[in-house]
């Protein structure tokens, strides 16, 4: 079991009160507080190494170059990608995504009469590039259902795959609900019925370990600001030699090799993909945070967030009134209503008591219509999450249910 007691000097930004009472951060699934190595990593960039990277002669140039690179290394490395060339950095999940949904519209793989899958439980970045790749090329949009208590249709799903279904676009932990998908199962249908597959591991991977080769997948994305990193650093993970054949996306400086009015050449992997100076700050930061992370251990920091979130889920059920959302082996998130009460009203109240959670769709507004809502309480947790957080939560919801009557 985690100590988080002795991780919190880390994050000084959890050490403030919020109208009068200690601040209790349990909105991070939306985004993470940054440790003090992360927020050092930065500072030393700007204050030590800042130049643009690749093509300098100078030694600030190379030292940024150097530390982007190894950055990426470190990216690899943590997802046990075959090599730093199938690292991409985006800008976060969403544009990773974009990215995939991109290059295949471009590459006339995919058109009439094909089929795109996705869940009921994806985030919209994990649905909105997919419907824009099926208005560009014919192709129709599929949805694995799910059943009552947030887990996906295994059985309907297997039958989705004998269509002519394309990509399987799913998420491996939902966002609103904490579903985990079983993913690693999930791409051995897809694949063995000709589908590419990507997996949103934006909630992911900030709670278990990544194996990208172990899953089996095509591609992976992830938001380096959901793992204790800065915002406006992503990455898309994806297989070599599929990257290598797929078509540029983002023309650009550092995407080309050579370049006339008349004809362009595309550079290799990664930078093929890497049009424009990119985040070189963030990914230096990201490279820090998953150091940080991986100290610590993610299946310690699981272990840890699964303990609070059962306890948390435990106590909130006691209160009548309140309905939770998802199964009960959930991860990150716990999702809850309370009937005949708005959940921006409970929210509201929560943050008085110094509680910080979110409210509303979670960005998933097909699952909300599924369950028949219009959102949600959402409680989600972090490494530095403590059972006097939970106990916090679970207090300040049963005072709100008093207030509210
Ligand atoms: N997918 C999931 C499951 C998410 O939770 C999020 C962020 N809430 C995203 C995609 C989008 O991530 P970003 O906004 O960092 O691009």
Redesign the pocket.
Known sequence: MLPPESLLSDFLILDQSIHGQRLVYLDN??TTQKPMPVLLASRHYYEAINSNIHRGTHQLARAATEAFENARKTVAEHLHAASGDEVIFT???????NLVAGILALSGRIGPGDEVLVSTL??H??IVPWQMLCQRTGATLKVIPCHDNGTLDQQAFHSLLGGRVKILAL?W???AFGTVNPVAEMTRAAKAAGALVLI?A??AIAHLPTDVQAIGADFL?F?G??IYAP?GI?VLWGRAELLAELPPWQGGGEMIKEVTFEHTTYNDLPFKYEAGTPNIEGAIALAAALDYVNAIGLDAIHAHETALIRSAAEALGGIPSVRLYGPADRSGSLSFSIEGHHHYDIGTLLDHMGVAVRTGH??CQPLMARFGITGTVRASFALYNTPQDVAALVTATAKAVAMLG
């Open positions: 699934a939306a800008s976060g999940t969403t544009a990773s995504i994806e985030h970045s994990n998420t932990i939902s966002n949103d934006a909630q994305a938001s600001h959901k915002t992503g979670h960005c």
